[in-house]
């Protein structure tokens, strides 16, 4: 079997593997949000961090929940960075937001944030802070899910069928379940473009 071939297989293996009850959780819990006129603060770092700006589009337009991600705001994130310190970015981002009970935060990670690691920690305490402040918390990972896995009210982790190709399926599945709560008849309340063409 050629690379390409092998690399397909994983993808359909991640399909049959991930866990459709928790999908259906999670399209409720962010239903919930919308109904109680919430918002959805969506964040990712590197590749999910474009992630999140995709998703961000698609659940204001297809869904009509007020979502937002602070990484598309590159000004207030560098001038964090710089000024106060990555760690803290995307908490202190949410503070200035006024995070609440009613909103939701979803994390987009292949890892979901490792304190001791010293990786995205900047997603954990995010994290921390929305537990803090009783906002709903969502999680798209991959690994073993790392912090966010453990604190989320929901969390799909994306099942690691060869550990050498972790944060490519990591990240493309993002674009999957993604795009499967934007589809979901709990969320969508527009067509799609090409869908509403005859």
Same mark, same amino acid.
């Given at each position: ?8 297989? #994983?993808?359909? &293996? ?6 459709? @009850? ?18 959805? /603060? ?11 700006? $995709? ?31 990555? @760690?803290?970015? /995307?908490?202190?981002?949410?503070? *200035? ?9 979803? +994390?987009?990670?292949?890892? %979901? ?5 010293? *990786?995205?920690?900047?997603? *954990? &305490?995010?994290? #921390? ?9 969502? %999680? ?24 050498? $190709? ?7 599945? $993002? ?6 709560? +934007?589809?979901?008849?709990?969320? &969508? ?5 090409? #869908?509403?063409?005859?």
């Amino acid at each position: 079997m050629s690379f390409s071939s092998d690399f397909l297989e #994983e993808a359909k &293996k991640i399909i049959s593997l991930l866990d459709v @009850d928790k999908l259906e959780r999670m399209a409720g819990l962010l239903a919930d949000i919308r109904n109680r006129k919430g918002r959805l /603060f969506i964040l990712g770092v590197g590749g999910s961090a474009a992630s999140a700006s $995709h998703a961000v589009n698609d659940f204001r337009k297809i869904c009509g929940i007020q979502a937002y991600a602070p990484t598309d705001n590159v000004s207030e994130l560098t001038a964090r960075t710089n000024d106060e310190g990555w @760690d803290t970015v /995307f908490s202190e981002w949410l503070k *200035v937001s006024s995070l609440s009970s009613l909103d939701g935060v979803l +994390v987009l990670s292949v890892g %979901g944030g490792n304190v001791e690691k010293n *990786v995205s920690p900047n997603l *954990v &305490k995010a994290l #921390e802070y929305a537990k803090k402040v009783k906002a709903c918390a969502l %999680g798209i990972v991959g690994r073993d899910g790392g912090f966010a896995a453990k604190v989320a009210d929901e969390c799909i982790i994306i099942p690691t069928v060869n550990s050498s $190709h972790i944060t490519p399926h990591t990240e493309a599945f $993002h674009g999957i379940v993604q795009h499967l709560l +934007v589809s979901h008849p709990v969320l &969508k309340s527009k067509s799609t473009m090409w #869908e509403s063409l005859k």
